[in-house]
Each structure stands twice: as C-alpha cells, then as structure tokens.
C-alpha cells in the first residue's frame, strides 16, 4: 500500500491574528540569512528576535502590501510571503520604523541603524519603475518539499500580471535564485556594501513588457 503524499496547503490572505504565525515562520525560514547576520547579532534568543522584527516589518505595512500564506488543513501556517505593491515601490524598512520599539528590541539601538544603512544601499538597486517588490517568502521547516514556496511566488506573480506589473526582489543565496529564475526573473547586478554578504537584485518584467520582446 502506498503512503498518502501530503497535500498542498491553500495559499491565502493574511488575517490580521495571523501575522504574529508568519512572523515565526519567517524567523524560522531566515535565521542563518546572510544579510540578516549583518545587523541581527547573537545575543539572547535570536530566532525570537528575528520574529519580532519580521512582525514589525509585516504591521508597519499595513494597507500597502499583502501578506499570502500557506495554510494546511487544520490551520497550521507553514509559510509567508510579504509583498509590497507598485504604489508604494521604495517605501522600504524607513516606514517600518513606525513600529519603533518593536524594532529596537529586536536589533537595538545599533542593529536599527545598520539595518537602515543597509536598506539605503539596497534601496539604490530598486527600479524607478512601479512593481510589485517580495520583501520575504519563507518557508517552515515542516513544510519543506511540499512546493510551498513555488505556489506563494506564482500566486503573487499571478497577481502582478494580473494588474499588468513588474516583480523585484533581492536574493541572498544561490538556491532561492534557481527558483526565481524559473520564474521569469533575472539577475541585475550584485548588491554590494553588505557586511559577509552579497545579496543579488533580481527583476521580473511586466507580461505585456515580455510579450512585446519575444
């Protein structure tokens, strides 16, 4: 007899008594980031820091972006992705600070200042031309395997095509771009001026864009 393959979770929008999940699944997802190893230090319980600040990121967003999650049948979010819409290209982690305290206990005083030297050296790769930009997508550990990560990138790419946009992102690792270029993306250049990392600027044109070029 064989064994049931796990389904599928749905993909859906985030409720807001959600978001403190996704936060933990992106904690869990990044923890040995790169870029999030250059301004999130060692000290005290790291992963619960890590979560704090994706909590921060995700609240301060608010009405300007979307939060998709991978949901199992019986609730259980097992991965995130945070979106920023074309309107708001560029806003970036500056706004995030709205949520002061929760970022400082996360990175402190200093880790909140590399943070936003960071997203200003990054900020210089950021297109002038409207797009959706994926902040996070991440995946829990328990879902891994299960196509999770490819079915929240299609549907929020399903989503910018559907209003006729482009897509941005950064990629701090070799793998996650494998998976990006799959899906139409393309590397720009490297971002450099991050400490032990190198973070790669990847752009997905608006279909109308590709259509016209193929």
């Known amino acids: 007899m064989s ?30 980031d790169p870029v999030l190893a250059a301004f999130i230090d060692e000290r005290g319980d790291r992963r619960h820091r890590i979560a704090l600040l994706f909590l921060a990121m995700i609240r301060s967003a608010g009405a300007r972006g979307r939060l998709d999650l991978a949901v199992d049948d019986d609730g259980t979010v097992l991965g995130a992705a945070v979106w ?12 995030g600070l709205t949520t ?19 997203e200003r050296v990054m900020g210089r790769h950021r297109p002038g031309i409207a797009h959706w930009y994926l902040g996070e997508l991440g995946v829990a550990a328990a879902g891994r395997g299960r196509g999770i990560g490819t079915a929240l990138l299609a ?3 399903a989503r910018a095509d559907a209003e006729d946009a482009a897509a941005y992102l950064e990629s701090s690792t070799p793998r996650n771009r494998r998976l990006y270029r799959r899906n139409g993306f393309v590397e720009l250049a490297p971002i450099v001026g991050i400490d032990g990392a190198e973070p790669a600027a990847m752009w997905r044109p608006a279909r109308s864009t590709t259509a016209r070029t193929d």
């Open 3 to 32: 064994t049931p393959q796990p389904t599928r979770p749905s993909v859906v929008p985030a409720r807001r008594d959600q978001q403190a999940a996704a936060a933990l699944v992106l904690a869990e997802a990044f923890e040995d």
């Open 84 to 95: 920023e819409g074309p309107k708001h290209s560029g806003a970036g982690l500056s706004l």
């Open 100 to 118: 002061t305290s929760m970022m400082v206990r996360a990175l402190g005083a200093r880790g909140v200042a590399r943070a936003l030297r960071y």
């Open 155 to 157: 549907h929020g790419l």
